[in-house]
């Protein structure tokens, strides 16, 4: 039963982010509006860490599943990505680097702030 609330309120937070998209005039997807709304309400106590962590941690652990309906929809669309597969293969070299850059700044930026702290 335990699962079945944490998934419960999971689901909650994910539907009032759609609901939020679907009447403000966001151009942000309402699963990125849940997640923020998560933690809006995990930073203000709200919503307590150990009222979602355990189906949070399975769904962590089993990520990978959900990406499989994305690559079967991709393939699907291959006459549309036809003639791309070059600016497909540059914007992900581009942005793989970007995002491997400001990860590395904000985790040197986090151990300076602990260090400073210490």
């Not at 995990?42 to 962590?60: A, R």
């Not at 393939?75 to 581009?94: P, R």
Request: charged share 10%.
């Amino acid at each position: 039963m335990k699962y079945i609330i944490q998934f419960a309120i999971i689901l909650a937070i994910c539907y009032l982010g759609d609901l939020i998209h679907s009447y403000l005039p966001i151009p942000v997807p309402g699963s990125v509006l849940g997640m923020v709304l998560l933690l809006v309400l995990l930073l203000t106590g709200v919503v307590k860490l150990s009222m979602i962590e355990d189906v949070s941690n399975f769904l962590l652990k089993h990520l990978s599943f959900f990406f499989i309906p994305a690559a079967v929809g991709l393939i699907t669309c291959f006459t549309v990505l036809e003639g791309k597969w070059t600016a497909l293969f540059i914007i992900s070299v581009v942005s793989t680097f970007i995002i491997a850059v400001v990860t590395g700044a904000t985790v040197q930026l986090l151990i300076k702030r602990r260090q400073s702290v210490e």
